[in-house]
């Protein structure tokens, strides 16, 4: 199983509401990742765990919440959104996440949520 | 810090001829730089990576790179182009902390 799965594969939701993101992956990755891309943008990294514990935060407002319960899941918790934040979020792994290696990521195929 | 730069926002090149998508990159130390497509609605897929000492790195799908550490460079490459290539290339280089940076893209469309 070479896949990570993302869900839901859209999401409308309007400011006040609280939703979440979901990831997994069975690929026995240690390091997962989300990731927010504007239409015709490069992907901008939000969040790393490795290990299970946050170890990057790009300084993502709190109104963006990550969650890592277990190695295989990550999840992205969303409240009280502003419309600049419609973009497509996509989560990745890689096997350790570690720095200084040319370990590739496997990405989702996204979650493409508008904010009304 | 480390980054990539991708200097084409458009390539055009028509079905059957070779194509290239260019990158440059600036790093400090090993150079991690690898390339990912993305078709529309959809994640990154990986193509290739650079692996220290081969100028020439084969990927998926007929894709090559070619790494000149002299240019600073590592532009994508296709001997003969498909319709079904028309998509968005992206060049990333892995920082110092592990991070995958991207750069700003560029849409590749292969015509008939």
């Known amino acids: 199983d070479t896949e990570v799965t993302q869900t839901p594969k859209h999401l409308v939701m309007g400011m006040t509401n609280k939703k979440s993101l979901k990831c997994e992956q069975h690929m026995g990755h240690r390091a997962m990742y989300w990731y927010k891309q504007k239409a015709k943008k490069p992907p901008e990294l939000m969040f790393v765990?490795?290990?299970?514990?946050?170890?990057i935060n790009e300084s993502v407002p709190s109104r963006f919440s990550p969650e890592c319960p277990n190695s295989s899941l990550l999840n992205l918790h969303l409240h009280a959104l502003q419309p600049e934040d419609s973009a497509l979020y996509l989560c990745?792994?890689?096997?350790?996440?570690?720095?200084?290696?040319?370990?590739?990521?496997?990405f989702g195929s996204g979650t493409q949520l508008s904010v009304l | 810090a480390q980054s990539v730069a991708q200097p084409e926002d458009q390539v055009n090149v028509a079905e059957g001829n070779p194509l290239t998508v260019k990158c440059t990159y600036s790093?400090?130390?090993?150079?991690?730089l690898f390339w990912y497509v993305q078709y529309p609605n959809r994640g990154l897929q990986f193509l290739l990576k650079y692996i220290t000492g081969d100028n020439l790195v084969k990927g998926s799908y007929g894709f090559e790179a070619e790494f000149n550490k002299s240019q600073t460079s590592f532009h994508l490459k296709k001997p003969s182009a498909l319709v079904s290539d028309s998509a968005l290339y992206f060049c990333a280089v892995r920082d110092m902390l592990g991070d995958m940076r991207f750069g700003a893209g560029t849409r590749l469309t292969v015509k008939p």
């Open positions: 990745a792994s890689s096997q350790t996440g570690q720095a200084a290696t040319n370990e590739k990521l496997f």
């Open positions: 790093v400090s130390g090993n150079p991690y």
């Open positions: 765990y490795s290990y299970e514990k946050l170890s």
